[in-house]
């Protein structure tokens, strides 16, 4: 009576399994470690499906294999065996490859004539070499600009 009972309950569970097969996974971006929405799943031989907001999708029945594509993304086939939880996809290599930066030390340069130039048109003007006048000393802007230039030049000349 035993091995009747196995006879008949046998094919029932195997196809009441096969039946009810859901398969599901999840497609992540390899770089970004982000939910990719629209991919597509193409599965062989039941048509196709689409991830949603969560990068999750869902396949119902049994199929063979499947390939999952996405926009910019690297496609990946896979068989039913293979298939993880997690489905990783390469983006496109459309990138730079690698990229030379070449900085050059700036050129400075001092002629007596510049020099000279400049203390011409000031004693022409009124002024002495040595001169000091006292309501320059409040005129805070002209400091600011005369201890940046200062410091520009230091750094200038220690390079």
């Known amino acids: 009576m035993r091995p009747l009972r196995y006879i008949f309950t046998t094919p029932l569970l195997a196809m009441a399994s096969a039946s009810m097969a859901q398969t599901s996974a999840v497609v992540f971006d390899m770089e970004t470690r982000r939910q990719i929405e629209g991919a597509k799943v193409y599965v062989n031989p039941h048509g196709e499906t689409t991830t949603d907001k969560q990068g ?15 926009n910019g993304y ?4 896979m068989a039913r065996e293979e298939l993880p939880d997690t489905v990783w996809l390469l983006p ?50 002209k400091m600011k600009q005369k201890k940046r230039r200062k410091k520009i030049k230091k750094i200038l000349d220690d390079y």
């Open 92 to 141: 496109n290599g459309r990138r730079l490859g690698e990229v030379v930066v070449i900085g050059h030390k700036p050129k400075i340069s001092f002629t007596l004539d510049k020099a000279t130039g400049n203390l011409r048109k000031s004693t022409k003007s009124g002024g002495s070499l040595g001169s000091f006048d006292f309501f320059d000393s409040f005129q805070f802007k």
């Open 56 to 70: 999750r999708f869902t396949i119902e029945g049994d199929f063979h294999s499947l390939t999952v594509a996405g």
């Open 74 to 77: 690297e496609s990946r086939s």
